[in-house]
């Protein structure tokens, strides 16, 4: 079935530096991939989501971008501040499912210290 | 608007006991999906809704879950006789039209149960 792998699992910067998450998936097929954010304790909430037709996609001091042949898309936050520190999982959809079943990775722990 | 809602937020209960979980939608979301977040992963999916169907039980670990949606709206998630391994939390979802759209699944805070 469908894999996300998401790398790395914990991921520690200063306030104003870059912080980038990759994640990789199995299914070709796949076509929106959505990127969540969960800060300590509550739901999840999305921040951002591309689809396939679409290479890069930018909203204020988020980006993602997508790599159909190589099968991996990548959450990109620049000028990053301490309430971006959070959990973040991406996701892909599973196609010929009838529905768009998400698969997720297993999430990334963003610190970001003042 | 109101968000998706969970109830209750926290179970603690005894193994082999019965839970209900419960899930308000987003109003008019024909979409409802199930997730389940074990501490230090990521969601996996349980069950989806279309309206009051269920067409993808799959995620479902066992016979020992089961869950419906009545009024295509809330939904209840049941875990008969609870094993210790069933503990985490319990999201919920929802979207707005489901089937194969490419559209935002709105999650609720979830219910962390724990089984001792």
């Known amino acids: 079935g469908e894999n996300v792998e998401q790398h790395p699992s914990t991921l520690s910067v200063q306030e104003g530096d870059s912080a980038v998450i990759k994640c990789t998936y199995s299914?070709?097929?796949?076509?929106?991939f959505p990127w969540y954010k969960q800060e300590l304790g509550k739901r999840p909430q999305l921040i951002i989501d591309i689809r396939s037709n679409v290479g890069e996609k930018k909203d204020q001091r988020i980006a993602v971008t997508l790599n159909k042949t190589a099968k991996h898309f990548s959450l990109h936050i620049t000028e990053t501040q301490p309430e971006d520190s959070a959990v973040y999982f991406c996701a892909a959809s599973l196609r010929n499912t009838g529905f768009q079943k998400l698969v997720f990775g297993t999430g990334t722990r963003l610190l970001v210290s003042p | 608007g109101a968000g998706v809602s969970q109830s209750p937020s926290n179970k603690v209960t005894e193994k082999g006991k019965d839970v209900e979980l419960r899930c308000d939608p987003i109003?008019?979301?024909?979409?409802l999906y199930w997730y389940r977040q074990s501490l230090g992963q990521g969601l996996e999916f349980l069950i989806y809704f279309q309206g009051n169907s269920a067409p993808d039980k799959s995620g479902l670990p066992s016979d020992r879950f089961s869950a419906e949606r009545t009024g295509g709206s809330v939904s209840t998630l049941t875990i008969q006789r609870t094993q210790q391994e069933d503990s985490a939390v319990y999201l919920c979802?929802?979207?707005?039209?489901?089937?194969?759209?490419?559209?935002?699944?709105?999650f609720g805070p979830g219910t962390r149960l724990l089984v001792l």
């Open positions: 299914d070709s097929a796949s076509n929106y």
């Open positions: 979802a929802s979207s707005l039209l489901g089937l194969a759209v490419q559209e935002t699944q709105y």
């Open positions: 109003s008019g979301h024909t979409a």
